[in-house]
C-alpha cells in the first residue's frame, strides 16, 4: 500500500510538534585579531613581547536565538561573512560560543568543508578509517562500511593514494560517503554540494532525501536558492553575525534576493 501524500505544509505541521533537535540561546562568538597586518609568526612574537599588539574585537555571531526541530531540513543563507559557516561549527561543537547556551540532542554528523578533518599525507583508505573515527565510529564498524563507501565515492582507483594526489570533487565525494554511510540523526552539509559533477551531486541529493524521509535533522548551507526551496522546511537569513529573518522558506529566500539585489546595485 503506498504511503499518503504529505504536502509541505502538512509536513511543516508535524516538524514543528515533534520534539526540539537543536537549541541555541543568545549564542555569540567573539573572534580577538591584531588592529594592523602582522605578516610574520617571527614579527607577531616581537610585537607580542614588547607590548605593541593591539587587539579588536570582532564578532562572528551574535545573539542567535534558534530552534529547530527533530527531522526538520533547515536552510542556512547569507553573504559570504554573514556567520554562516561559524555557526555550523558551534552546533558541531568545533568552536565554543563565547557566550550563550545551546543543547544539541543527537549525533551530529558535519560536513563542514571540502576535505575537513582529512590528511593530505595519507591515503584515502587512511583517512575513511581516520575521518570515521573523528565520527565517533569503531575501527571494526568502519572497515564493515569501507565497501559501501567506496561504492557511493567511485574514487576509481584513487582510494590508495595520498589524498594530495585527489581533486577537489574528489575530496567532495570521499568526505560525503564516510559522514553519510552511517545514518546522521542530525547532518550537516556547507557547500558540500558546490563541488562535483551532476552525477554526483544527484546521488548527494537521493541519499539526503532517503534520510530526509527517514527523519533526520538536516542543516544546509548552500548558495543554490533552488536547492533551500526544494529540500528546506524552514530557514534563517543570517547578516552580520546576526539573524536578520527566519521562518517560511520562500519568505527568507525572498528577503535574500533583495539584500543581494540591493547589494549589486549600491556597487553599481
Given at each position: 500500500?503506498?504511503?499518503?501524500?504529505v504536502?509541505?505544509?502538512?509536513?511543516?505541521?508535524?516538524?514543528?510538534?515533534?520534539?526540539?533537535?537543536?537549541?541555541?540561546?543568545?549564542?555569540?562568538?567573539?573572534?580577538?585579531?591584531?588592529?594592523?597586518?602582522?605578516?610574520?609568526?617571527?614579527?607577531?612574537?616581537?610585537?607580542?613581547?614588547?607590548?605593541?599588539?593591539?587587539?579588536?574585537?570582532?564578532?562572528?555571531?551574535?545573539n542567535?536565538?534558534?530552534?529547530?526541530?527533530?527531522?526538520?531540513?533547515?536552510?542556512?543563507?547569507?553573504r559570504?561573512?554573514a556567520?554562516?559557516?561559524?555557526?555550523?561549527?558551534?552546533?558541531?561543537?568545533?568552536?565554543?560560543?563565547?557566550?550563550?547556551?545551546?543543547i544539541?540532542?543527537?549525533?551530529?554528523?558535519?560536513?563542514?568543508?571540502?576535505?575537513?578533518?582529512?590528511?593530505?599525507?595519507?591515503?584515502?583508505?587512511?583517512?575513511?578509517?581516520?575521518?570515521?573515527?573523528?565520527?565517533?565510529?569503531?575501527?571494526?564498524?568502519?572497515?564493515?562500511?569501507?565497501?559501501?563507501?567506496?561504492?557511493?565515492?567511485?574514487?576509481?582507483?584513487?582510494?590508495?593514494?595520498?589524498?594530495?594526489?585527489?581533486?577537489?570533487?574528489?575530496?567532495?565525494?570521499?568526505?560525503?560517503?564516510?559522514?553519510?554511510?552511517?545514518?546522521?540523526?542530525?547532518?550537516?552539509?556547507?557547500?558540500?554540494?558546490?563541488?562535483?559533477?551532476?552525477?554526483?551531486?544527484?546521488?548527494?541529493?537521493?541519499?539526503?532525501?532517503?534520510?530526509?524521509?527517514?527523519?533526520?535533522?538536516?542543516?544546509?548551507?548552500?548558495?543554490?536558492?533552488?536547492?533551500?526551496?526544494?529540500?528546506?522546511?524552514?530557514?534563517a537569513?543570517?547578516?552580520?553575525?546576526?539573524?536578520?529573518?527566519?521562518?517560511?522558506?520562500?519568505?527568507?529566500?525572498?528577503?535574500?534576493?533583495?539584500?543581494?539585489?540591493?547589494?549589486?546595485?549600491?556597487?553599481?
Open positions: 500500500m503506498n504511503s499518503p501524500i504536502h509541505d505544509h502538512e509536513r511543516l505541521a508535524m516538524i514543528t510538534h515533534s520534539p526540539i533537535a537543536i537549541h541555541l540561546e543568545d549564542i555569540s562568538v567573539r573572534y580577538r585579531k591584531p588592529e594592523v597586518e602582522i605578516r610574520s609568526f617571527k614579527e607577531f612574537t616581537i610585537q607580542y613581547f614588547q607590548r605593541r599588539i593591539r587587539m579588536q574585537d570582532f564578532w562572528a555571531l551574535r542567535i536565538n534558534l530552534d529547530i526541530y527533530r527531522g526538520e531540513t533547515f536552510g542556512v543563507i547569507g559570504n561573512g556567520g554562516k559557516t561559524t555557526l555550523l561549527k558551534v552546533i558541531s561543537r568545533v568552536i565554543a560560543p563565547t557566550k550563550g547556551r545551546m544539541v540532542e543527537g549525533e551530529v554528523a558535519p560536513l563542514l568543508e571540502c576535505g575537513a578533518g582529512f590528511q593530505a599525507e595519507m591515503t584515502g583508505r587512511e583517512n575513511i578509517l581516520l575521518y570515521g573515527s573523528l565520527l565517533g565510529h569503531s575501527h571494526q564498524q568502519i572497515k564493515e562500511h569501507i565497501p559501501e563507501i567506496l561504492d557511493f565515492a567511485q574514487l576509481d582507483g584513487f582510494i590508495d593514494a595520498p589524498l594530495r594526489m585527489y581533486s577537489s570533487g574528489m575530496i567532495a565525494r570521499l568526505g560525503f560517503a564516510v559522514a553519510t554511510s552511517w545514518k546522521p540523526q542530525i547532518l550537516i552539509l556547507d557547500e558540500i554540494l558546490a563541488v562535483g559533477d551532476e552525477a554526483f551531486k544527484k546521488k548527494c541529493k537521493a541519499r539526503i532525501d532517503g534520510f530526509r524521509a527517514e527523519g533526520a535533522t538536516i542543516l544546509l548551507v548552500t548558495h543554490d536558492m533552488d536547492l533551500i526551496l526544494k529540500k528546506c522546511d524552514r530557514a537569513l543570517l547578516e552580520g553575525g546576526s539573524i536578520v529573518d527566519q521562518g517560511d522558506v520562500h519568505q527568507v529566500v525572498k528577503r535574500y534576493r533583495s539584500v543581494i539585489e540591493l547589494s549589486e546595485t549600491t556597487q553599481r
